[in-house]
């Protein structure tokens, strides 16, 4: 494929690019948005036909109109985030935001807020041994039963099962107490 092409997809790398070369807070998070808006525009090409072809220019132009909000929860999930925002940054209304995240995310922007969130929250229970309550306010909830619900939603274990699994092993690491004896 060339630039010529598919010029918005080009854009995408070049923000990815530039993200992971910048390297600022949470930029893991952002990068992880922006590829899978990638990866969810190439997947749709390979499922189209002639007829849908003409929907496409929709399709990519969607993806690109929410760029900036998918940018603006990897850097602010912490914070508490309204739907209103995430339109100002697009310089669309709510309602619009809504519907072309829908169809191009297939998730509502509360949901992807939610995703990010309990992506950032698995890091810190696999490499901290910080309390799940507190994780669960640095990861941008409000309250420890929305957190739990939406963990459980997503990943269809509480954080404390998520925690102790046996593939987590670095966790298993923080655990141990080494000590030293004198004279060795």
Known sequence: MKNEERPEVAEMIKLIIKCMGEKREFYLEEVKGLTRALLMQIARWNERDEKQEKNSIVDDASIALILPALDYIGENYKEILRIEELAE???ISETHLRRIFQESM??????????VRIRAACKELRKTNISVNEIAMRSGFTTISTFNRNFRRILGVSPQQWRSAPEHYERKLLNFDIKTQEGW
Do not use: D, G, S
């Open 89 to 91: 940054v697009c310089h």
């Open 106 to 115: 297939r998730m509502t922007p509360v949901e992807y807020i939610n995703w």
